[in-house]
Nanobody, 118 residues
Framework: QVQLVESGGGLVQPGGSLRLSCAAS????????MGWYRQDPGKERELVAA???????NYADSVKGRFAISRDNAKSTVYLQMNSLKPEDTAVYYC????????????WGQGTQVTDSA
């Protein structure tokens, strides 16, 4: 079955950096679209960044210029480099995979907590 395992979350000081990783299995990673979402308690889950199988990226306006999504197809891993973190970036971050080559179904990881210590 499809598994997405996130890592790299934690507590960070304002202005600090973190890199999240998401290792995927059970899908053809190189031709799947990948993304990072986040959710605060009481709020809807929102897209943070996405990367297509061809490497095209898009970002939420709130993170443009601070966050960068990338993928390593050889490792079946997607990354989210987060710089200049702000208190409003505090949330649970979820990795997603879309099986674009088959049924467009979305899969989710278990989430990793990112907390700005401000």
């Amino acid at each position: 079955q499809v598994q997405l395992v996130e890592s790299g979350g934690g507590l960070v000081q304002p202005g600090g950096s973190l890199r999240l990783s998401c290792a995927a299995s059970g899908i053809i990673f190189s031709i799947s679209a990948m993304g990072w979402y986040r959710q605060d308690p009481g709020k809807e889950r929102e897209l943070v960044a996405a990367i297509s199988s061809g490497g095209s990226t898009n970002y939420a306006d709130s993170v443009k210029g601070r966050f960068a999504i990338s993928r390593d197809n050889a490792k079946s891993t997607v990354y989210l480099q987060m710089n200049s973190l702000k208190p409003e970036d505090t949330a649970v971050y979820y990795c997603s995979a879309r099986r674009t080559y088959y049924d467009q179904r979305d899969f989710w990881g278990q989430g990793t907590q990112v907390t700005d210590s401000a």
